[in-house]
């Protein structure tokens, strides 16, 4: 009789999930053709994106007036930066932004694009957050995917699982040179995004990536869709 008197007490003592608007993973790319300086570069952009007077006010209008968020780099392995924390205000938000502009990165080697998409999958399953919306915020510079799981079939359980998938292509970081995939919006359309209102906001430059963030966190915190760059599967 030991063990269900001990399995009761857990089940009696479990913490349950809380609600939440959106459970939000920023999927950001790590793999080889990112340098350190990059990295870093992305970090700070979303970390000031998270901390924005106008992020903070569309969490601040939805139901639940939070969102839960963590943020994850990919390449070949995918590495947990600042785990799932719950954003309602801006204490909560610089708290983020502070853990995400400090721990070395851990994430290294070529593309892995499906095994990313769907340890994003997981971690949203396995969180303590009930959101009324679940995305994964995926960017890039790049639409190959060396190993690991095909990129459709990773969405295609992904979507299945109700799990949007919106995303962020980065058309080229030192534009001196032209960009290696010129049509990586489209790609992306094609390809990658899916799920419920998925859409993708294109990043032109390194210098337009702070903006093209701090657009499309805005839009997946409010559950808007951009008029002019909607792409929906």
Do not use: H
Not at 24 to 53: H, W
Request: a negative charge; proline letters at 5%.
């Amino acid at each position: 009789m030991r063990f269900p008197f001990l399995l009761s007490i857990l089940i009696a003592t479990a913490a349950p999930a809380q609600d939440v608007e959106l459970e939000l993973v920023l999927l950001a790319d790590a793999s080889g053709s990112i340098s350190e300086a990059e990295i870093r570069f992305q970090r700070e952009g979303y970390a000031k994106a998270m901390t924005d007077p106008s992020v903070l006010a569309a969490i601040s209008d939805t139901a639940y007036r939070s969102i839960a968020v963590t943020y994850v780099e990919w390449a070949s392995n995918t590495a947990v930066v600042v785990d799932w924390i719950k954003i309602d205000g801006p204490d909560s938000a610089a708290d983020f932004a502070s853990k995400l502009v400090l721990p070395a990165r851990q994430a290294y080697g070529r593309n892995a694009i499906g095994s990313a998409l769907l340890d994003a999958k997981r971690m949203i399953e396995r969180n303590d957050f009930d959101g009324w919306r679940k995305v994964i915020d995926f960017s890039g510079d790049s639409p190959n995917n060396y190993s690991g799981p095909t990129i459709a079939a990773a969405r295609d359980e992904v979507v299945a699982a109700g799990i949007t998938i919106n995303g962020l292509p980065i058309l080229c970081r030192f534009c001196d040179t032209p960009a290696r995939f010129p049509d990586l919006g489209q790609i992306y359309e094609e390809r990658i995004i899916g799920g419920r209102g998925a859409f993708v906001v294109t990043a032109t430059s390194e210098e337009d990536l702070a903006d093209a963030i701090l657009r499309k966190l805005i839009l997946e915190i409010s559950g808007d869709m951009p008029s002019q760059e909607l792409a929906q599967r």
